[in-house]
């Protein structure tokens, strides 16, 4: 079974682009949740979603957005670049909500904001 | 709102020795979960162990194994028979647990240990 991949694996980007991150979560899974990783502040939690809804968001500006489609699949969004947003981006899928549901991370996509 | 604090940046041990990784976290939750997770260099993070709030056993995988101590609020991961394998950064993460429609899959993380096995 293949493992949760994200799309794509390495970005590099300008102050006040914006940018489109994917996640293909593991056959089956319909839960995907964000993380920011970075030196300073660690991980962090971005959204969730399940079934196509956002359950959950964590404490980022409204630059930072994201959605899931039916397939599972979920993008996440981050508009008007920041030096700050450089990060590594990873997600995890899970087949449901709750601990029963292992999460099962990807891994990750790094961006670079110049 | 919840917090994990792992004090131990980094830290070292020789090939088939043991070692323990330190884990604090604050909540007023009852229910919980707590975990340790294992990221490589390079290479994607995967679950390592986890344990039950409500369950006063401590759980364990292997060589792994935690000192679970509800009342202070440790949770701390022992790593037996150390192996070249096991170097990697090494997060504790929390989950609260919610009933039904609260359901959710947010992980709180430390810092992270980063932890290097010596030959």
């Known amino acids: 079974k293949a493992g949760v991949t994200q799309t794509p694996r390495y970005l590099i980007k300008t102050r006040g682009q914006q940018v489109t991150l994917s996640c293909s979560p593991i056959s089956g899974h319909r839960s995907v949740s964000w993380y920011q990783q970075t030196p300073g502040q660690g991980l962090q939690f971005l959204f969730e979603?399940?079934?196509?809804?956002?359950?959950n968001k964590g404490n980022f500006p409204g630059r930072f957005s994201g959605r899931q489609f039916s397939n599972s699949r979920s993008e996440m969004n981050v508009s008007t670049l920041e030096l700050g947003d450089s990060a590594l981006y990873l997600c995890?899928?899970?087949?449901?909500?709750?601990?029963?549901?292992?999460?099962?991370f990807g891994p990750g996509t790094r961006l670079t904001v110049l | 709102a919840q917090t994990v604090t792992q004090s131990q940046p980094e830290m070292s041990v020789q090939e088939a020795e043991t070692v323990t990784l330190s884990c604090t976290y604050d909540?007023?939750?009852?229910?919980?979960?707590l975990f340790w997770y294992k990221q490589p260099p390079s290479r994607q993070m995967i679950l390592v162990i986890r344990q039950e709030a409500y369950k006063q056993q401590n759980a364990t995988e292997n060589r792994f194994s935690v000192n679970f101590q509800k009342a202070a609020k440790s949770f701390s991961l022992k790593i037996s028979d150390s192996q070249l394998g096991d170097t990697a950064m090494y997060f504790c993460a929390f989950m609260k647990h919610e009933n039904y429609g609260g359901a959710t899959n947010k992980l709180i993380f430390g810092t992270g240990t980063l932890l290097a096995v010596q030959p």
């Open positions: 909540t007023s939750e009852n229910n919980y979960y």
């Open positions: 995890a899928s899970s087949l449901g909500l709750g601990v029963r549901s292992e999460q099962f």
């Open positions: 979603y399940f079934s196509e809804t956002q359950r």
